[in-house]
DNA sequence: TATGAATGAGTATTCATTCAT
DNA sequence: GATGAATGAATACTCATTCAT
């Protein structure tokens, strides 16, 4: 991966993080990133190709976001570090959360498994911790951090602040 | 408004919906709508004035799904309306959600107060059942409610059945 | 058809007869009919659109160059028809006919059953004749008359005058 | 000639051969001939440059194949050499023989001067077997088999087999 | 000798939009 | 109200070619 390899895709993941994908023009990326718009299809052959560049990344920073929660053996602990998941996101790497985000309407890229590994860990808490239906719990749980994380990508962290220390409060943390 | 006006729309509604408004051509909408391309531009002035048009619609069907909710006066009756509701959504108004909900992710049309009216009704109904935070509860819920539309949108309305009862028990309605 | 559809196939035909399919660049050729590029597309389609416009535009010349040979009764006359009707091409027409035998290479295009009906005339003539192998004597015929079309595509009318009084009194006619 | 500028010449002919000078792409000849596409430029200057290194080449093979009719001294087996000439290319030489017959068509190339060798042997047999137009003949039969080439290389040395007996019974060989 | 990164001009094609009818 | 011809700017992508290593 040379220099400018990465500054394509760099270029690339703020624009369609912020723009979307057709909305961005192979063109505004070239010029973002300082080179001729001929590289980009030299090495990603296509506007596509870059997005799933893009993809690979955004998929292994998510995995990486898992290994904490996956390897906590202490329940109250899993149901924490998730909740302050969001919150914890570096400001640098919101335009990779906001195009996965975004990607979740293009159907091409739409993946609902995705979050399985956190699901199970997070039921598998909520069964230790004796919640009446615990697959339930964690599938709800999943569901109110995504909502969380999209209005922090949207409106900033501190308009969320509140939720976290009332989430916690709710399940006893 | 004429019929062709009237095609139009209906056109251009389902392709913005499932295509996304940058992915989809005027000359698909007059393909689609069997009209000329011309007309389109006569009738709504540009490609954005086609939107604008969908976009009041939208805030119409929007505004009529919460008078139910708004003038219901049992803080019990008042969540199980909103938990139900987007259980209710008949599957012809799909496109007219999937497009609010797409329109959230281009800036142009994002509008987070729009919601306002059903949190404060929410928050009320909290209150009246001696909720600590209602304000908050009724924030989450909104967003919970959200999240099950977006997921009914991509998966269908039998996928997210088991959270209808599963929210039903746990708000003790 | 319209005025600026038809300038479009005229420059596409003497672009593509002189400097091939692949050497002309849409862009030139909407320069020399005064048009704009996309209108090209909203007429033909493709570029191989205009090619395929074209190609029936040749099948017809060519079917109506065979009329006055195929209905004709007497075999002398046949045979002498045929053999001075490269002569009498006009010269508007060598664009034409330059695009006819460069498509003989492009394999999409490529028919040798084209000319079946003109060999089977002439087989007919030969037949009348008593030449011993008329079909054979056919083909040989077409074939010279081809050669000698591509030489006066090439070379001009006068190059080849020499051969038209040659394969006359080689017929005996 | 080391090994991969000949894996380049060789390359190139088949491409340019098949598909045409101006539809092959350096990139296409490169990744066909397992080299880098910069290599391609360190050895034949430009794309022309290649097209010219085969031109040589094919010149060569043009060449060769006269040698034995211009020094062959009976009459009869001039002519019959030549008719028999198209029917005795060894089929690894198609593609040769094939780009010399597309370059006709390329303006840059044609040289209609370079046969004239052949013509010549040819006009001398006509006239040693005291025919009344020797010169005339001879171009004639020329065109002929090139004529008869040109359908070899399209459909085949099988589809014009019967030719070659015509022909020969034709001049009594 | 050979590579592969890099370029800038060019390619076919699409786009939203205008306008005469 | 409605069409369809026409446009010019933009689009994704390709091309032959250069150059540092």
Do not use: C
Request: negative net charge; aromatic residues 12%; proline residues 3%.
């Amino acid at each position: 991966m040379t220099e400018k390899q990465d500054k394509i895709l760099s270029s690339a993941l703020e624009l369609f993080a912020n723009e979307g994908f057709n909305a961005t023009s192979t063109n505004q990326i070239a010029k973002k990133a300082g080179v001729s718009e001929g590289l980009i299809f030299k090495h990603f052959k296509n506007k596509k190709g870059l997005l799933d560049a893009l993809y690979v990344q955004v998929e292994g920073k998510l995995g990486a976001g898992f290994t904490q929660i996956i390897f906590e053996t202490d329940p109250k602990k899993v149901l924490k570090i998730t909740i302050e998941s969001p919150f914890m996101i570096p400001h640098e790497d919101y335009d990779f959360w906001r195009l996965q985000f975004k990607l979740k309407w293009e159907s091409d890229y739409y993946n609902p498994e995705k979050m399985q590994p956190l699901i199970d860990k997070l039921a598998w808490a909520f069964e230790e911790l004796n919640y009446e239906t615990p697959e339930m719990e964690a599938k709800l749980l999943e569901q109110m951090i995504e909502t969380i994380m999209v209005a922090i990508l949207r409106q900033g962290k501190e308009s969320q602040l509140a939720y976290k220390d009332f989430l916690l409060k709710k399940y006893e943390l």
